[in-house]
C-alpha cells in the first residue's frame, strides 16, 4: 500500500514538473515587456518569421529608467487637417495630427506630435487610441534604425491637458522584424536629439 502510495506521489510530481515546463518563462522586468514577449512568442500573434521564432526567447529592452517618464503639456489641434502618412510600402494610412506635445528630457525642452489615424475616428472600440512615433540619437546604433512608437491614449489627458509619457514602453514597429509588414514612416518633424536608452532596442536576428 505504501509503495502504491509513494508511486502515486510521484507520478503527480512528475505530472506538475512537466507541465510547468511547458508553461515557457515569460522574460521582462515590467508588464509591458512580459506581455511583448508573450505575443512575440505566440505564432498566431508574432510578427517574427518563422526562423527567428524557432530561436526566440525574449526581445532586447534597455533597464528600465524613472528619468524616461516624462509629463508634457498638450497643445491640442482639433482643426489641423487630415494627411497621407509614408509607410515603408506604397500604402499610405490617413492621419491628423492630434496635439504638440511639449516636455523636458534630460534638462532640455523637446516637443513631439501626436497623431490620430482617420479610421480610428471611424471605430468606436479605439477612439481613444493616438499614436505617437520618434526617432532619436540612438537609431542605428542600439535602437531600430526606422524609429520606434508608443501608444497613447486620450483618457489619460488630464483637465489641464498634461499627460505622462513612458518612453520605457517604447516599441518597434513590426518591419523591424519582418519586411512584409508595412508601417508608418517617422515624420522627421518627431526626431529627438538626444539618445532614448528606454524601451525596445534594435531586434538580434538569428
Known amino acids: 500500500m505504501i509503495t502504491k502510495y509513494c508511486t502515486a506521489i510521484f507520478s503527480l510530481f512528475l505530472i506538475l ?4 515546463q ?4 515569460i522574460k521582462g522586468e515590467s508588464k509591458f ?3 511583448m514577449n508573450a505575443e512575440y512568442k505566440d505564432a ?3 510578427p517574427l518569421t518563422k526562423k527567428d521564432l524557432k530561436a526566440f526567447d525574449g526581445l532586447d529592452f534597455y533597464p ?8 508634457a503639456n498638450i497643445i491640442l489641434t482639433p482643426n489641423d487637417p487630415f494627411f497621407e502618412m509614408p509607410t515603408t510600402t506604397e500604402r499610405k494610412p490617413v492621419y491628423r495630427r492630434y496635439g504638440i506635445l511639449h516636455f523636458n528630457l534630460k534638462g532640455k525642452e ?7 489615424n482617420q479610421k480610428i475616428y471611424e471605430d468606436p472600440k479605439y477612439k481613444n487610441y493616438l499614436f505617437l512615433p520618434f526617432t532619436d540619437a540612438s537609431c542605428g546604433t542600439t535602437s531600430y534604425s526606422g524609429g520606434r512608437y508608443i501608444d ?6 488630464s483637465k489641464e491637458n498634461t499627460l505622462f509619457i513612458n518612453f520605457n514602453n517604447a516599441y518597434n514597429p513590426y518591419c523591424a522584424y519582418n519586411s512584409k509588414y508595412s508601417c508608418p514612416v517617422v515624420p522627421e518633424e518627431n526626431h529627438l536629439d538626444v539618445k532614448v536608452l528606454a524601451g525596445v532596442m534594435a531586434f538580434k536576428k538569428h
Open 64 to 71: 528600465i529608467d524613472s528619468s524616461f517618464i516624462v509629463k
Open 44 to 46: 498566431s500573434k508574432s
Open 17 to 20: 514538473s512537466c507541465n510547468s
Open 33 to 35: 515587456q512580459r506581455e
Open 22 to 25: 511547458d508553461k515557457k518563462f
Open 152 to 157: 497613447v491614449f486620450s483618457t489619460n489627458i
Open 110 to 116: 523637446y516637443q513631439l506630435n501626436l497623431y490620430k
